[in-house]
């Protein structure tokens, strides 16, 4: 368990869990004292690995903002429920499990969304793009020095991590189409994105927002708060 870089404009780290699944057993969630969920019980291994790899680095999360012993249950949705005034995010992909979390009162921020995606293949990137992006952010992107399948893998994390900081609000799943990408800035990592007017009323969310990235071995992680 390694906290990773100090997050931009929250001051305080991202927790990195790395586990193998082919070494998971359910008694794994006894030895570390993190609640097994009745409704993860009959899922395939690999769900069951990632979800205790996420739990316990959100535990070290939790516990860098004061709440060192709290129990961390899903929603409806699956979501993750943190403690009151807390604001927090977790992300899984292939061996790495990431999760951060912070105090309202100290990073003065209404939500987070943290993820972490596999550089696509330029084979997937080319076939999942229009699911991601319209073709004027297709135009935009092309016009960056970053190679189209990485380029899609920034803009389908970036999207991720904008609807987990949405979803405590909405309570729903939202298309990718429902914010657009406006501006990519490499020397800064970050990406602007534009919501659309119905999202911003539905939500009184600012219409325009900027995610941070940065690139983790094989994997980008994108960070999106306001």
Not at 52 to 57: K, M, Q, S, V
Not at 84 to 91: D, H, Q
Not at 131 to 155: C, R, V
Request: proline residues 6%.
């Amino acid at each position: 368990m390694l906290p990773m870089t100090s997050v931009p404009r929250i001051n305080t780290p991202a927790w990195c869990a790395h586990f193998d699944v082919r070494h998971y057993q359910d008694k794994a969630f006894v030895h570390y004292g993190i609640y097994f969920p009745p409704a993860l019980r009959k899922a395939v291994t690999g769900r069951k690995a990632e979800y205790l790899a996420g739990r316990l680095a959100s535990r070290q999360a939790l516990g860098t903002a004061g709440f060192p012993a709290f129990t961390l249950r899903s929603g409806a949705g699956r979501e993750p429920l943190w403690p009151r005034n807390i604001i927090g995010s977790i992300s899984h992909c292939g061996s790495y499990a990431l999760a951060l979390a912070s105090r309202q009162e100290v990073c003065h921020l209404r939500a987070i969304g943290l993820d972490i995606e596999m550089i696509f293949s330029e084979q997937r990137a080319a076939r999942l793009w229009p699911k991601i992006i319209s073709a004027d952010e297709k135009a935009l992107l092309a016009q960056t020095s970053l190679p189209f399948h990485y380029a899609i893998t920034l803009a389908f994390s970036l999207k991720e991590s904008l609807f987990k900081a949405l979803y405590p609000t909405l309570k729903q799943h939202l298309s990718f189409h429902t914010a657009a990408i406006t501006a990519l800035d490499l020397p800064a990592a970050q990406i602007n994105v534009c919501l659309e007017p119905a999202l911003v009323a539905a939500g009184n969310f600012p219409a325009n927002l900027t995610g941070h990235y940065y690139q983790h071995n094989h994997n980008v992680v994108t960070l999106l708060c306001f």
